[in-house]
């Protein structure tokens, strides 16, 4: 597929070209990292934030958030129910929170590596170099760092910079892989102000840069945040009949086509994904081309705290019952649980090379 096409196709509305892409990338999943939808416990580890995104409802600026930081048995918790579960892999993830301090991830990176053994992921936003060098050689593996969009502009509007530091996330997500993590980014999908050419840029840079997991999720709109009001109204207007829409489809599409253009990547079937659509969001993902999800184990008390956005699936839910309803709708599509870590088939011909 060249850059040329992928606009082109973001666009298709004919059922039947539609269907061609669903089974393309459905046939480049099977062939490139086959029929295993490996399992990583997603753990919400704090939902303060020192950044502004004007698209999240955990934002610093966002208001009446109730903030919470979990201990290290919380966290430790969660990860024992990740082996419990028979998952291969524990993710991370907070707003970028000062208060998770270098020191204290290095040594609960170290416990949670040294009670189950598990593939480690950590999602805690741009972080300096000793805090990754030393999250690295504590045992954790791999990093998630969206990029948001490849329109420089648009991200400076979206994702301001902090005092002192104009934030670069590809040139992070680079210093990440040479410390030793593999990498994974992402965009959302329909945010205001992001054109078809923008998200097929977005959707190239995938493939430029090699990324070894791209999550890919609707845009869901967050009440109160900066998105909503005036900014997200002009960034609107401003992308005027090229505003990309929100909406599953899209959302599909732009998966289907990521899968066939990085076709080894882990791509995850994205919670954005279920929550825009329960009935069958979560399945349409893994059968147009992903082959992760992502389980919360957060507890309920904090699950409900971290809405980056509203209406978050399995919000109400403990983690015993929204894995028992992952494994009960992989095995519904005929596909079966991945054992072990889950790492893309990428990494071994990197190192290869
Ligand atoms: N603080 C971390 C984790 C952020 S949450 C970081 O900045 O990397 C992970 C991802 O959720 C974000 O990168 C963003 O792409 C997505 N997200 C945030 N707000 C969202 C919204 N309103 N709708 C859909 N996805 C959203």
Redesign the pocket.
């Known amino acids: 597929m060249t850059p040329e096409e992928i606009p082109t196709w973001l666009l298709e509305d004919d059922p039947i070209r539609l269907e061609m892409l669903w089974r393309a990338a459905d046939l480049t999943r099977h062939l490139y990292v086959g029929d295993e939808v490996h399992l990583r416990g997603l753990i919400e580890v704090s939902n303060v934030?020192q950044?502004s995104?004007a698209?999240?409802?955990i934002a610093a600026c966002a208001p009446k958030v109730e903030r919470y930081r979990m201990t290290q048995e919380d966290i430790l918790e969660c990860a024992d129910k990740a082996l419990e579960y028979g998952f291969g892999t524990v993710v991370m993830?907070?707003?970028?929170d000062p208060g998770i301090t270098g020191e204290w991830m290095a040594d609960t990176i170290k416990k949670i590596k040294d009670r189950t053994g598990l593939a480690i992921t950590l999602?805690?936003?741009e972080r300096n170099e000793e805090d990754l060098q030393a999250w690295q050689a504590a045992g954790a593996d791999r990093y998630?760092?969206?990029f948001?969009t490849t329109d420089e502009d648009l991200y400076r509007r979206i994702h301001p910079n902090l005092p002192g530091g104009a934030s670069n996330r590809i040139q992070q997500l680079l210093r990440m892989r040479d410390i030793g993590f593999e990498i994974g980014t992402?965009?959302?999908v329909g945010i205001p102000g992001q054109t078809w050419q923008t998200l097929a840029n977005d959707i190239y840079t995938f493939q430029n840069y090699d990324m070894d997991m791209i999550g890919i999720?609707?845009?869901?709109?967050?009440p109160g945040t900066p998105l909503e009001g005036p900014l997200g109204e002009m960034l609107m207007v401003e992308a005027g009949t090229q505003q990309v829409p929100s909406d599953p489809l899209t959302t599909l599409k732009a998966l289907a086509l990521t899968r066939l253009v990085c076709p080894e990547t882990n791509i995850p079937s994205t919670t954005?994904l279920a929550t825009l659509d329960p009935s069958s969001g979560r399945a349409n993902g893994l059968s147009r081309g992903a082959n992760v999800i992502m389980p919360n184990l957060t507890q309920p008390k904090y699950r409900v705290l971290y809405q980056?956005?509203p209406g978050k699936a399995g919000l109400h839910e403990t983690a015993d019952i929204t894995t028992a309803k992952i494994r009960a709708q992989i095995e519904s599509l005929g596909r079966r649980v991945g054992q072990g870590p889950g790492t893309s088939p990428r990494i071994s011909h990197r190192s290869e090379a």
């Open positions: 934030c950044r995104c698209y999240c409802g993830q907070a707003g970028e999602s805690l936003g998630l760092l969206r948001e992402g965009v959302m999720g609707p845009y869901i709109p967050s954005a980056i956005y």
